[in-house]
């Protein structure tokens, strides 16, 4: 009986803790951070978009991430980091996007071969807890302008009733 009692509650607290790593929010609010987030950092509120950019990046979101890398590599918003701004375009780049396989491929060539191996241990980490797999985002190609020219990257959260899972970042160091 003890045992079964132990078992009961070690998966409910399992269960209590992944689910605090995921954020419950109507379809409207994810939409409103990542419309936020394009205006702020069109007006240059660098700041602002930064913290709208990296919630959406933390919930997988690969315009975000990619926008977030970007932001990393030239200070906007954030102390300047190449090695943190590689990463996230490196896992905007798990989703097959020609835009994000040429920036990271640019970065990769101009990397030596030790802050190669030190860069790609940091993605490897963001994709373990921020790609699709962790997050659980769905991601599609698609064409804004109708047509045929793919340009642009949807990405959908997992739903449950009527909210998304956004995961949440973990707190920065």
């Known amino acids: 009986m003890l045992i079964a009692v132990l078992l009961a509650s070690s998966a409910s607290a399992a269960m209590a803790g992944d689910g605090s790593a995921f954020e419950r929010v109507f379809p409207n609010e994810y939409r409103d951070i990542l419309r936020r987030a394009a ?3 069109d007006a240059k509120r660098y700041d602002e978009a930064f913290g709208l950019f990296r919630r ?8 975000s991430q990619s926008a977030l890398g970007r932001m ?5 918003g954030v102390a300047r980091d190449d090695l943190t701004g590689y ?3 490196k ?12 920036i990271v491929r ?3 060539r101009a990397m030596k071969p030790e802050q190669r191996k030190l860069a790609d241990a940091e993605a490897a980490a963001k994709i373990r807890d921020y790609g699709l797999a962790a997050s659980g985002m769905s991601c599609q190609t698609h064409a804004s302008r109708g047509g045929h020219i793919v340009d642009e990257i949807v990405c ?18």
């Open 39 to 41: 205006l702020a950092y």
């Open 87 to 89: 990463a996230w375009l």
């Open 106 to 108: 640019e970065l990769e």
């Open 156 to 173: 959908t959260p997992r739903q449950e009733a009527d909210a998304l899972l956004l995961k949440r970042c973990a707190p920065e160091n």
């Open 56 to 63: 959406g990046a933390c919930a997988g979101d690969k315009q």
């Open 72 to 76: 990393y590599l030239l200070g906007q």
């Open 91 to 102: 896992v905007a780049a798990e989703k097959i996007f020609p835009g994000y396989q040429t």
